[in-house]
């Protein structure tokens, strides 16, 4: 670590202290004679600028957080974020941010998430799972805080920069395929009812019945996991044993689902066939592979890291809404 200090550097640019640390720190009223002795001696010394310091200047923190209200056995277990947080990571580094993960279990640690987020630790913040009662759209937008969400919130939502997929569409026509197929009595196990992605899903699947002249009564809530999905196929198949078609609003929700339709002999396709949402690898590796949805997070998390940058870097204060049309992957679950 160099020994330099920001004394020494200012004396062998022969500038006066402060003036070195503008020109280090982006500060103005530099000229480009001073700015460029002071590179020079940098440069000479190896000077590393203390970060600190450099903060009181500029007035930013260089660091990001992602902030994800859900509880941390979901957050680990769950490709989705996975991929989210590495896609994100990747996009803020080429910009030297660096990304601080705030994980609160939704009603338990919200408070502690917002002293966080209102404190000045960070420049901004994107978003990841919002819930209807979490309201951090409004609150971000309160704060002034720089942000961008991937997916749609809840509320709040024409307040705030988002990117999101068309989940009704993407579940309209998986649905669609169980029709098409021939399935007659089609259930689903939605997502979280307070999230907007689980709201649009079994709206989509609705949809797809209505316009059939189908019945949509076979429906059970679930919670994106892969157990959830299990136990909802349980009380699923318990008050309808009928269906001949699943339509299951996450992959690790039909994984979930597919034991419990293989403990009680329903072979699939042939008995019931299933469907899927998200296409993140587990449906590759289910017995059979599934019919699913590809939900394009790639897409999602770079825009949302855009117009986060697009904020902080000044050349917007708009909010900006994207949304990108999903993706159809057949298998032979359907």
Not at 31 to 36: D, G, L
């Amino acid at each position: 670590m160099s020994s330099a200090t920001l004394d020494d550097v200012a004396r062998l640019a022969g500038v006066s202290r402060a003036t070195a640390s503008r020109a280090i720190n982006g500060g103005s009223r530099v000229s480009a004679k001073a700015s460029e002795a002071v590179a020079e001696a940098v440069r000479t010394l190896g000077y590393t600028p203390n970060p600190a310091a450099r903060s009181l200047v500029t007035r930013r923190t260089d660091s990001v957080a992602m902030v994800i209200p859900e509880a941390d056995e979901r957050v680990f277990a769950d490709p989705f974020f996975a991929r989210t947080l590495r896609i994100v990571t990747r996009a803020l580094s080429s910009r030297d941010l660096q990304v601080v993960l705030l994980i609160a279990r939704p009603g338990e640690e919200e408070d502690r998430m917002l002293r966080y987020l209102r404190g000045g630790h960070i420049d901004g913040a994107i978003v990841v799972s919002s819930h209807r009662s979490d309201l951090l759209a409004d609150h971000v937008a309160d704060l002034g805080l720089p942000a961008a969400f991937v997916g749609r919130p809840w509320t709040g939502a024409h307040r705030v920069s988002y990117a999101d997929t068309d989940n009704f569409a993407g579940a309209r026509e998986v649905t669609q395929v169980l029709i098409d197929r021939g399935c007659r009595r089609i259930g689903t196990i939605t997502g979280p009812a307070d999230m907007s992605a689980g709201a649009d899903r079994v709206a989509g699947w609705r949809a797809a019945l209505d316009a059939a002249g189908l019945a949509a009564d076979a429906v059970v809530e679930g919670d994106f996991t892969e157990d959830g999905g299990e136990a909802a196929c349980e009380i699923l198949l318990g008050s309808h044993p009928d269906i001949d078609g699943l339509m299951v609003a996450s992959d690790l929700m039909a994984a979930g689902a597919l034991r419990t339709l293989g403990r009680a002999g329903r072979r699939v396709p042939d008995d019931i066939a299933v469907v899927g949402y998200d296409d993140l690898g587990i449906a590759e590796r289910t017995t059979p592979p599934l019919t699913t949805v590809k939900n394009p997070i790639g897409d999602m998390a770079e825009e949302a890291a855009r117009l986060l940058l697009a904020q902080l870097d000044g050349t917007t204060t708009i909010p900006r809404r994207v949304v990108f049309a999903p993706e159809l992957v057949r298998r032979t679950s359907a």
